[in-house]
């Protein structure tokens, strides 16, 4: 021990050391604690060896330090010091991408509703403090957070007395601020992005600004949906990607929007992939809408993502295992992080930049096999009109749709996976890490994420030199064929509003393939394949093609029809009708025509005429008869049945965004 007090300094690097080693190695060996599912037998072994190893560079610093082997104590304590920083390093590693997939799980069961008191640009009021005693308009829908609790509980925790006004849309109380009719409304926090894409609201980030904005946690309705003991990822499982769309950067203030949806089904056992993008128009039951009214799928996204799933799942028959919401401004930032994405673009397009800008910001897309940067790749992603006033006639003269877009998000979703096989640096994957823990969110628990490491452990072990993930994952598109329809949404919006009203044939065809991938139905054995050497083979869309009966029946108009046939009309359909006026022919109808009649219970039809029964006696009394209650006749009586529309091979929407509906 004199030569230990002789020695002060040896023998204060020799305690440094051996702190750093044990500190090191314990903080590694919890970090990869975490890795649950991941090379388990590896991570034992290595733990164990480690906490061996340590033990004999202590007993050794020991027993050096007290006999003084100067030259051997040294190589010891630069091998502590070697070890212990090498596992603090890798430590610290592992423990950041497990808390980034740990913030991008989201297993708590609660969705954050956010709702903004918004005014005109030009009232001199610039916070909540400063506002008059003006009315303040909120939606009459009792069960919206956003539009009707959340404005509810600003008003009584700030003591406002300001008397509230009730409006049954988003759009009537923005028109009503519009036309100076009320000076303060309660929207949706992101109403900028819900609304700036709608012809005539355009501008309305411009004419508008936000004094005061409360979120609110809710925890979810569907008590079943427990993800927390949701089946590992080694089993087949299906996983909806929700696109968000927000003017802030992450993902905790953006709303998801229903026009931007891909359900997969994925097989790890066979590693075959089955994809669908929903259009945004399809006509189908919403989940949480009283009675689950049909309505435009766009629409349940404001209520959520349960709302979402549960709408997919009712009517596609399958169940979704997995959700994964991604902020378009994040798809910028991988892709660029990625060094961007080779895609064929078939046609030269312009598209606004990721914070919907135009003039200067446009982005400009060439024909062609090329690399995209984010924004272009996020522009292709999200095309669906040519845009010819916003660009020259270079970058519109070509066709797009909803269907379309939905092929080029597939084709960026497939780009980028090509991208991840071949990450080789750690800055990358830093990056990377940023990226997604800022721009993504699922319901997966933490576990379960690390879990798909083995699958694609074994996604790369069987690839066999293959470059295109198209090949390796077997990936089968699938497509929901449907027709045009223009439906007055009666009970939502009272608008006419364009849809997509699609073939239950098509949407059985879909579920099916889903089924199969998954395990749940057994797979048709194809035996006979025919071919032709001079024509290029095309892999099946299942679904595109398969049409079948229109079970879509529209109230028809009944002006100027007899109240005879009305009554019969009604009579065979299960609506209940009231008349008023005389007993002429129809003037006028309380629901419009164009209406789903599975939505309409009763109606109220205003005949001309008196009381008394009119009879005509030829033709030329009949347009007298029709002159004077001041309409025109009918030419022919509707038949009773839904009115033909005649479908195009893929429907071009031209119609605006709509407005919110409430359930």
């Not at 009666?490 to 998954?518: I, R, W």
């Amino acid at each position: 021990m004199k030569k230990l007090a002789k020695h002060k300094l040896l023998f204060i690097l020799t305690l440094i050391s051996i702190f750093v080693l044990f500190g090191g190695a314990g903080y590694l060996i919890f970090t990869i604690s975490k890795l649950n599912n991941i090379e388990n037998t590896l991570r034992l072994v290595g733990s164990i060896l480690l906490g061996i190893i340590c033990l004999i560079l202590f007993i050794l610093s020991i027993r050096f330090l007290n006999k003084y082997k100067k030259v051997k104590l040294v190589i010891v304590i630069v091998l502590m010091l070697l070890i212990g920083g090498v596992s603090i390093f890798a430590g610290y590693n592992v423990d950041k991408v497990y808390g980034a997939l740990a913030k991008v799980s989201d297993t708590s069961g609660y969705t954050t509703y956010s709702s903004s008191l918004v005014t005109l640009k030009d009232n001199e009021a610039d916070s909540i403090k400063d506002i008059d005693n003006s009315e303040i308009g909120i939606l009459n829908d009792t069960t919206s957070y956003e539009g009707n609790i959340i404005p509810k509980e600003v008003i009584k925790e700030q003591k406002l007395k300001n008397k509230t006004k009730e409006y049954t849309s988003y759009i009537a109380m923005i028109d009503a601020l519009y036309a100076e009719e009320i000076d303060y409304i309660f929207l949706p926090t992101n109403y900028s992005v819900m609304f700036g894409n709608m012809e005539g609201y355009e501008d309305i980030k411009d004419k508008t600004k936000v004094l005061l904005t409360q979120t609110k946690k809710v925890k979810d309705k569907d008590d079943n949906r427990d993800t927390s003991n949701s089946k590992a990822i080694t089993e087949p499982f299906t996983i909806l990607l929700m696109g968000v769309d927000s003017d802030a950067e992450g993902i905790a203030n953006g709303s998801f929007n229903g026009d931007s949806l891909m359900l997969i089904t994925f097989n790890p056992k066979t590693l075959s992939t089955t994809i669908l993008s929903i259009p945004r128009d399809s006509y189908v039951p919403i989940a949480c809408f009283s009675g689950q009214r049909k309505n435009k799928i766009t629409h349940a996204a404001w209520q959520g993502e349960e709302c979402m799933m549960d709408t997919i799942e009712n009517f596609l028959d399958v169940k979704i295992d997995y959700y994964v919401k991604i902020n378009f401004a994040g798809v910028v930032q991988l892709v660029d992080t990625l060094g961007g994405v080779e895609i064929d673009v078939p046609y030269n397009l312009c598209e606004q930049n990721s914070k919907r800008q135009w003039g200067n910001n446009t982005i400009y897309i060439e024909k062609g096999l090329q690399t995209l940067n984010g924004e272009q790749a996020l522009a292709y992603a999200r095309n669906r009109h040519p845009n010819p006033g916003k660009c020259s006639s270079k970058w519109t003269n070509y066709t797009s749709n909803d269907f379309i877009r939905g092929e080029h998000q597939q084709e960026v979703v497939t780009a980028l996976l090509n991208k991840f096989k071949d990450i080789n640096s750690l800055d990358t994957v830093y990056k990377l890490l940023d990226t997604i823990s800022n721009n993504m969110v699922t319901n997966m628990t933490t576990d379960q994420i690390l879990s798909l490491y083995n699958v694609f452990k074994d996604v790369a072990s069987k690839s066999n030199g293959m470059n295109d993930m198209n090949d390796v994952l077997g990936i089968q598109r699938l497509k929901l064929n449907g027709y045009d329809a223009r439906i007055y949404d009666y009970g939502g919006t009272n608008l006419s509003l364009y849809n997509y009203v699609l073939y239950d044939d098509s949407v059985k065809a879909v579920s099916n393939a889903m089924k199969e991938n998954l395990g749940k139905k057994k797979t048709k054995v194809i035996k006979s394949f025919s071919f032709d050497v001079n024509t290029p083979y095309e892999k099946e869309v299942i679904g595109a093609d398969v049409t079948g009966d229109r079970s879509l029946i529209q109230l028809p108009n009944f002006v100027g029809q007899t109240l005879d046939y009305v009554r019969s009309y009604c009579s065979r359909n299960g609506i209940s009708l009231s008349v008023k006026g005389g007993n002429g022919y129809v003037l006028s109808q309380s629901v419009p025509s164009g209406a789903n009649i599975e939505d309409v219970n009763s109606i109220t039809v205003t005949a001309g005429g008196s009381t008394n029964t009119t009879t005509i006696t030829d033709e030329e009394d009949e347009d007298e008869v029709l002159e004077d209650n001041g309409i025109v006749p009918t030419p022919e009586e509707p038949k009773d049945e839904e009115p033909v529309v005649t479908p195009p091979e893929q429907p071009e929407e031209t119609e605006p965004e709509e407005p919110q509906i409430t359930g």
